[in-house]
């Protein structure tokens, strides 16, 4: 599980210009999707070899009533399950009674806090660490966002405030590695705890349930057609009792979490509510993430051929911007179309964890190109030499070659649609990256 760090503060204190910068580390992504609203919010930034989550929770003001308290209510839900939370205030405004407060409250939920002063860019910064040494937060970092300065010593502050956090994580993972771990990831109330339980069966559930464990493994072992996989728990079947109720739920970290943790994410869609923009949502952090999908329309049963054809018109309207996903169109309930879904997963699987060597990439390329060649630019033709493979799951696919930062979009898609077909990698995005050689 990958550590999420929580960005707070008042509007305009930089929290975004620290997300971006936190966040900019990433490798772009070649593909570029159309249509699809992205929650610029949530980003996965790493940091001396260690994926991390970011989440920038937006502007709280401290009010307490109104309103404005409701619409915060999801960001101090995200509070809530960070592991660490950086609070941001603004060093030429100087400290405001809505930073006392949320201060106040920050420390209530008793999770690290690491203070950090932005926008030092001309400014004394003895005289207004004395000022924010009132917020009682202990040593703050400063930083001016809006130039990178002061992001590493920020970086490393967190750390230290992550250290008993992190080496829990270090631990030896607690899932067989030679099993395909699987998330069922969907809005609340689609069906996952259903579709959990049926995947499950309640024997195992407890059976699992061992005492004696020092902290909840959200990793459950189960068998489907006869072959051991490991479900990543967000639907929380083992911890509804313990944990509050509205985060559990529906958390948008717990599905970011799971989505990172897993090999295959099996999306699911309630057909009774229809396909949603929140859907829509989640099958962009899927995407994003690079994880295999499989996408699941339950509640198939009990719906009538008008309700099934608006349904089917919906998916194309709203779901055509992955297209390589196998749909199924299953009953958690009654355990319709449970096993097909099963060996969607299996393929999606294989086809993201695929190793293709250098030489059958080349060749690849050499016929895709040969079949469409490049644009010209300025006369010269983009010229693509070799391809090697960078990584799996999601498959990269790595070409080298001259002027290939001006390779135009339906070009690389050109290229996307090529390999998938010649190495049948349906189930998995692929990531095409492309290098210039001098
Ligand atoms: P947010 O509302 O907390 O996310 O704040 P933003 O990141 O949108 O920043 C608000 C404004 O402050 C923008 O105009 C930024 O360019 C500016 N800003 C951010 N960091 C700094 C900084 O370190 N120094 C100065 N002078 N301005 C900054
Ligand atoms: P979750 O919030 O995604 O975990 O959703 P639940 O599994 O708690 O299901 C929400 C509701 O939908 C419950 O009342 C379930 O009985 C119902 N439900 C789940 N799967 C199906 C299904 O395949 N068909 C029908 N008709 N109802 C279902």
């Known amino acids: ?78 509070i809530e399950e960070a592991d660490c939370v950086v609070f941001m205030v603004d060093a030429r405004a100087g400290l405001t009674v809505a930073d006392q407060e949320i201060a106040e409250k920050l420390r209530r939920s008793s999770k690290p806090i690491q203070l950090v002063v932005n926008k030092v860019d001309g400014v004394d910064e003895s005289l207004v660490q004395a000022e924010f040494a009132r917020l009682g937060l202990g040593e703050p970092v400063f930083t001016t966002a809006s130039h990178g300065r002061g992001i590493s010593t920020l970086w490393d502050a967190v750390l230290v405030r992550l250290a008993d956090k992190l080496a829990v994580m270090d631990e030896e993972p607690e899932y067989d590695e030679k099993t395909i771990r ?25 059976a699992f349930d061992q005492p004696g464990t020092t902290r909840d493994s959200i990793y459950i072992p189960f068998e489907q057609n006869g072959k051991a996989y490991t479900l990543i728990d967000t639907a929380g079947v083992r911890r509804r009792a313990r944990v509050n109720e509205m985060i559990e739920k529906f958390s948008i970290v717990k599905t970011l979490q799971a989505i990172e943790a897993a090999n295959v994410v099996i ?41 099934r054809a608006e349904v089917k ?78 990584g799996s799951n999601p498959p990269i696919i790595v070409i080298h070659g001259k002027q290939t930062d001006r390779l135009p979009g339906n070009y690389s898609r050109y290229l996307e649609g090529w ?20």
Not at 313 to 322: G, K, N, Y
Request: proline share 2%.
């Open 1 to 78: 599980m990958k550590p999420v760090i929580a960005l707070v503060g008042r509007p305009n204190v930089g929290k975004s210009t620290l997300f971006n910068q936190m966040t900019r580390s990433r490798a772009a992504l070649v593909a570029d999707y159309a249509g699809l609203t992205r929650d610029r919010q949530y980003g996965s930034a790493e940091h001396e070899g260690r994926d991390f989550i970011v989440i920038d929770t937006g502007g709280l003001t401290g009010e307490r009533g109104g309103i404005e308290a409701l619409m915060q209510d999801q960001a101090w839900a995200a």
């Open 182 to 206: 699987v998330a069922l990831i969907g809005r609340p109330n689609v069906g996952k705890s259903t579709l959990t339980n049926r995947l499950l069966g309640e024997d195992r559930v407890l």
């Open 267 to 307: 999306l699911v869609c309630d057909a009774h509510e229809g396909i949603s923009e929140q859907d829509q949502h989640l099958l962009g952090f899927i995407h994003d993430r690079g994880r295999a999908l499989v996408i699941a329309i339950n509640k198939w049963d009990n719906l009538t051929d008008y309700a």
């Open 313 to 390: 018109r919906q998916i194309d309207l709203r779901l055509d911007f992955i297209n390589y996903a196998e749909m199924h169109f299953i009953s958690a309930l009654h355990g319709t179309g449970v096993g097909h879904l099963f060996e969607s997963v299996d393929k999606a699987y294989l086809a993201a964890m695929r190793d293709i060597s250098t030489n059958v990439l080349t060749r690849s390329l050499e016929a895709a190109v040969f079949a469409h060649q490049p644009p010209l630019i300025h006369g010269r033709r983009i010229k693509l030499r070799y391809a090697h493979q960078g």
């Open 419 to 438: 390999f998938r077909k010649e190495f049948q990698l349906m189930g998995t995005p692929i990531r095409l990256e492309f290098r210039t050689d001098s």
